[in-house]
């Protein structure tokens, strides 16, 4: 059963979507922190740098209902945005970042709902990252309910790229010359090329240390 807001007032049911959405943070959470740990046991290696976790303000998300032609609504919010709840993952190398969504995808209470690869088809502004919007299920007292988050899955060097853009734009409200945004374009494809030499950099590394082994 997908969540819905219960019939009392407004504020209820704001305060039930809180609940429901930061439950589903900890499930997410608990589940990529599970999965880190029995990377770490079974191949001595943490594909996790690290988590972040945040829900989306009433503000961003009334702008978001608004930019898409939605009432501002409880029912609104819960049913056309995906992103109430999101959780980015910071990883090593760019193989970390599949492996982890392929682990995710196992899961068996989790439902995959819609995966954007931007990666592989990075968007016109370079941006590079992996999305996932996922179910997952939260247990009530007196009911269950899958609660939709979002999971970015990106490298060290994309989340750098990623969030100094953010910046960037932020400071031109979106508008920024077509100079910088050529700029940043190009910063990304370097990006790109530093994830490509550090992931064939561990991979020699790897082989280095298989020999010695022997």
Not at 46 to 73: A, Q
Not at 180 to 205: A, F, G, T
Request: net charge negative; hydrophobic share 40%.
């Amino acid at each position: 059963m997908e969540f819905k807001p219960s019939a009392n007032s407004e504020i209820d049911s704001w305060k039930e979507v809180t609940l429901v959405y930061n439950s589903a943070l900890k499930e997410v959470g608990t589940k990529l922190e599970i999965l880190n740990d029995e990377f770490q046991h079974v191949h001595r290696y943490n594909p996790i740098e690290h988590i972040k976790s945040r829900l989306k303000s009433p503000e961003s998300i009334v702008k978001k209902l608004k930019r898409h032609g939605y009432e501002s609504t409880i029912e609104n919010m819960v049913n056309f945005v995906n992103d109430i709840a999101g959780v980015r993952v910071i990883c090593s190398f760019t193989s970390d970042i599949y492996q982890i969504a392929e682990m995710l995808s196992n899961q068996s209470d989790i439902k995959i709902l819609s995966v954007k690869d931007y990666i592989k088809f990075p968007k016109p502004s370079g941006y590079r990252s992996y999305h996932m919007i996922v179910a997952v299920p939260i247990f009530l007292s007196d009911r269950s309910a899958d609660a939709k988050v979002e999971i970015q899955i990106r490298t060290v060097a994309m989340d750098f790229w990623a969030s100094l853009e953010h910046k960037i734009n932020y400071k031109f409200e979106g508008n920024a010359p077509v100079f910088i945004k050529n700029e940043l374009i190009e910063c990304s494809k370097i990006i790109s090329e530093l994830d490509d030499r550090m992931l064939s950099l561990n991979e020699q590394v790897l082989q280095y240390n298989n020999v010695l082994e022997i």
